[in-house]
């Protein structure tokens, strides 16, 4: 028995994205996970529009905005001035420059 699938199917479907795999070897990109975080991209974004257009309206209870990382790469300079030790700058004595700069941030 020879199963074909229709035409309508395979073009209303786009094509599966390469795998990703978590460390312990679970696949993190699944089509579930990429519907679901389509649906709630979905859903953020009509929270937000109703929170423009009306600002009375308060959101659902269980809704959370997305949190949104920042991170910004710094090239240092190591070979333009190998006599300057970047990391002990940075660090500071026994770390208490970052943890001041993490204080004063908010970050980690």
């Known amino acids: 028995m020879v ?19 978590s460390s312990d070897g679970k696949r993190l990109n699944t089509r ?3 519907t ?3 649906l709630e991209e979905d859903r953020h974004h009509l929270i937000q529009e109703m929170l423009r257009l009306n600002p009375d309206f308060k ?11 920042v991170s910004d790469k710094v090239m240092i300079p190591q070979d333009d001035h190998p006599d300057i030790n970047f990391v002990g700058l ?4 026994r770390g208490n ?4 700069k ?6 980690r």
């Open 90 to 93: 940075l660090i500071g004595p």
């Open 32 to 34: 579930e996970y990429r």
């Open 3 to 21: 199963f074909e699938s229709s035409p309508a199917v395979c073009l209303d479907r786009s094509p599966s994205p390469e795998p990703i795999y």
């Open 97 to 100: 420059t970052l943890k001041c």
């Open 59 to 69: 959101p659902p209870a269980d809704y959370k905005p997305p949190i949104i990382r």
């Open 102 to 107: 993490w204080l004063k941030c908010f970050t």
């Open 36 to 38: 679901r975080k389509r």
